[in-house]
C-alpha cells in the first residue's frame, strides 16, 4: 500500500544543499528538510497542510487537490 524510500547518497546529498541554502531562514526544519530532499531526488509531490514549510524549495512539486 506505501511505498518505503530510503535515505541513499542522492537524497543526501540534497539534503546537504537544502540545509547550507535554507538555514539562515528557516533553523529549525530538518524534518522538512528530509522530507523534501526525499521527494526532490525521487521525483515525488509532497502532500502537506503547511505549504509555507516548502513553498520556498526550487524544483519541489507539491500536491495540489
Known amino acids: 500500500k506505501y511505498k ?3 535515505l541513499d547518497r542522492a537524497s543526501s ?3 546537504n544543499g537544502l ?3 535554507y538555514h539562515q531562514r528557516h533553523s529549525k526544519w530538518i524534518p ?3 522530507i523534501a530532499s526525499t521527494a ?3 521525483d ?3 502532500y502537506t497542510l503547511n505549504r509555507k514549510d516548502f513553498d520556498f524549495i526550487e524544483n519541489l512539486k507539491l500536491y495540489n487537490p
Do not use: G, R
Open 13 to 15: 546529498e540534497t539534503f
Open 4 to 6: 518505503t524510500y530510503h
Open 19 to 21: 540545509i547550507q541554502t
Open 32 to 34: 522538512d528538510a528530509l
Open 40 to 42: 526532490l531526488s525521487n
Open 44 to 46: 515525488l509531490e509532497v
